[in-house]
Structure formats: structure tokens, C-alpha cells
């Protein structure tokens, strides 16, 4: 099956510039963590850095939790840091860091936050923050199983998606956060908000770079450009994934789709198939080991360069692929009306059948399989293909899993 990422993350690694807290012309006055190290590096899944706030996660708690992270902080060149203060509330340990520029003269206060990773159920999209220039999604509280015992942290923000915006933001010039290719709105199935995905022009520049068009998009995973040259492999920025302890069987989603017509030079657009553009939703399942040992940068998570092609792949539900025509139709537009589907994971290894009979339960327990979803205005972005102005709205996903003893 062919390759398929999101337009925009490849435009990122083409157009996106370095930030700091401070402009970088200015010398030795950056005060940013850079990048987070703990004892036992194996047990990360994810770090995400904002300005101000970072999360890592990690695949257990042990009953040390502390000492077996031990973490240390990698900053700005020249800069320094102090760990102010660390506590530990059950499964989350919180540290604040400062980080002091080279020149004294500018510091910044980061809250670090280590949580066991845990996918939810159910998504909603209700709660959303403007990140500088564009919006981001991300859920409000998390609960987390120990020992048995189901513990809530309803104040932690976790953040599980992510988007093309960051690299849309190199060709945004003055564009307000609603002008992006994903964002929020109040068109909602369910509750007060969900996510808006919109094919957009990248402008002169975007089509100097041969990337016309930024398709909207969103994904469980995140994006970085750590230990690559993103101008020559954008496409392995993305992480894709996060370990996921359960048997996943089947997805849910509600979504609106309006597909465009024009492509940007406004003649009418056919996709590589022949026919308009079409949106994207679909899950993935995999084996976060052996897709560790196929990445050369040692990351346990899909990228954009073997999305679909990974030997990690375990099993995958598709609209695009799905048997039913009477699901597959909606692909191609909604009729302007809210429609509800439920996919079933199909196994993806060859001459296996029944997907479950290929994964290991005790791997299973150990978060040594990961989980992926991802929807996009159009089907075909990540070859900056599609039409100006293809729409999707997404709401309410749900997962369903059969659970291990």
C-alpha cells in the first residue's frame, strides 16, 4: 500500500525556521530546555516541549519513580539551570526548571511533567489553546490504572495530537488562527467543540517549493525535527504513536466532509486516482520494538517515510480501505450532514488472518505495542496534492479494545 503522511509536516521541513525564547540574531540569550534525558532512556515514549511547560512520558511507574527517572536537562548553548522544586502526587512526578541565558540577562520557568503513557478511550476535542500563531488540542486531565486503582489528575493538560500548523506557520505571514489548516470550531457533533481540517494555499512561496498546498490534519503523535536535516527528510520528523496496552478492534468517529473542486492555479483537481479529492481517517497498530529497530534514530513510533510500509505494523482500520461501501462512500462528501462510522481493524501481516493471534500479551503489558490515528482534508496531502478548500470536521472518536489479564 502506498506511502501517506500530511502534507504539512513535510512543508515544515522545508520552510520551518529555528525558535527560541529570544530572537537568535542576539547572541547567547536563549534560555530553552532543549531536550530532556532520564536514567533510563527505554522507559521514554514521548517528550513534548512547549515554551513554558514540558510533558514526558514514559511507559511505567516503578515504585521509585523519582530516582529511576533522574532526570536531566540538555539547554540553549552557554545557558544554565536550576531545579527549583519536585514533587510526586501517585503517577506523576512534576519538577520546575529555570533556565538561565548565557548573558544572565533572561530566564525562563518550565513546568516538566513525567506521566505513564496512557491513549484514552474517547476523544472529544472540547479544550483548545492558541500556541503563538495557531491552535492545538488537548485533553483535560488524564486517569491512569496502578496496582489496579484507576487515579485522576483532572488538572494536567495532556497533549496526545498534533498538526501541520507549526510548519503552515513559515508561510502565514499575518494569518489570525482560524486561517490555519486545523483548528477548532463550534460546528460540533457532540459537546461544544471538535476539530476543523481545511486544505489551504501555501502562497508564492509554498509553490517556489513545489508544495502548493497545505492539506489540514491532525494526528495522535508528535512532531520534531531532533537528529534530522528536515530540509532533506521532513517526512521522519514525525512520531507517530504511542504505546497502547490494549487489543484494539474497532474505532469510531463522527466527521463532516466537503471536498473541494479547484486545485491552487483554480483549474479542477483529480487526485492520482483519477477522480476529486477525498479525505483520510484511519488507525494503526504496532509493534513500537520493531519499528525502534528500523528507525536509525533509535525512536520506538512510526514516521512519514514508512507510515504504511513498516514490517511493525500489526493491524490497521482505513476508510479508505473499508469493505462496506455504504462507510467507504462518505470518503467522498457527507452531503453537509454529520455521519457516524465505526471501522474494524484488519491485520496487516501477510498470511495472518486474525491479527491477535500475532501479539505477545506479556509485550502487550510491557507498552511494547503503540497506537496511531490520523485524519486529513485530502487523501493524497502528503504529495501536496489536493483541493483548495476540501473540509473535514472530526468529532467524538472512540476506541473499542478487548483488555488482558
Partial sequence: MRKQILSLLALAGALLLPTSCIKDEEPNVECDIESIVVADNSLITNVKIDRDQALVSLKRKSADFASEIN???????????????????????????????????????????????????????????????????????????VDGEEIHYPDIDIYLWDSGNLGFSAVAGSKKAKEYPTFSTDIAAKGSYAARLITRKTGSLGATLNKPIA??????????????????????????????????????????????????NDNVFKTREGGPDFCAFYAIFFDNVKAKEENPLDIPTLDGSNLFTSESIIAMANLHTCDDPEVRKYENGTD??????????????????????????????????????????????????????????????????????
Avoid at 217 to 245: H, Q, V, W
Wanted: aromatic share 16%.
Fill in 215 to 264: 492539506a489540514g490534519n491532525i494526528f495522535l503523535g508528535d512532531f520534531s525535527g531532533d537528529g534530522i536535516n528536515m530540509l532533506k527528510e521532513p517526512l521522519k520528523a514525525t512520531r507517530m504513536g504511542y504505546p497502547y496496552d490494549k487489543i484494539p478492534t474497532s474505532i469510531e468517529v463522527r466527521f463532516k466532509y466537503k471536498r473541494g473542486t479547484y486545485d491552487y
Fill in 336 to 405: 453537509g450532514e454529520w455521519v457516524h462510522i465505526e471501522l474494524p481493524f484488519k491485520s496487516y501481516i501477510e498470511g495472518v488472518t486474525d491479527y491477535r493471534e500475532a501479539i505477545d500479551i506479556e509485550r502487550l503489558k510491557a507498552q511494547e505495542y503503540s497506537l496511531t490515528i490520523v485524519a486529513c482534508a485530502s487523501y493524497y496531502g502528503d504529495y501536496f496534492e489536493g483541493a483548495i478548500d476540501s473540509e473535514m470536521i472530526i468529532d467524538d472518536i472512540k476506541l473499542h479494545y478487548e483488555t488482558v489479564e
Fill in 71 to 145: 532526570p536531566s536537562y540538555v539547554v540553549s548553548e552557554g545557558a544554565t539551570y536550576t531545579v527549583d522544586s519536585r514533587s510526586d502526587n501517585g503517577a506523576v512526578h512534576t519538577e520546575h526548571v529555570t533556565v538561565t541565558s548565557e548573558n544572565k540577562e533572561y530566564s525562563k520557568t518550565y513546568t516538566v511533567l513525567y506521566t505513564p503513557t496512557q491513549i484514552p478511550d474517547s476523544f472529544s476535542f472540547e479544550y483548545w489553546k492558541t500556541d503563538g500563531k495557531f491552535e492545538e488540542t488537548y485533553e483535560k486531565g488524564f486517569s491512569i490504572v
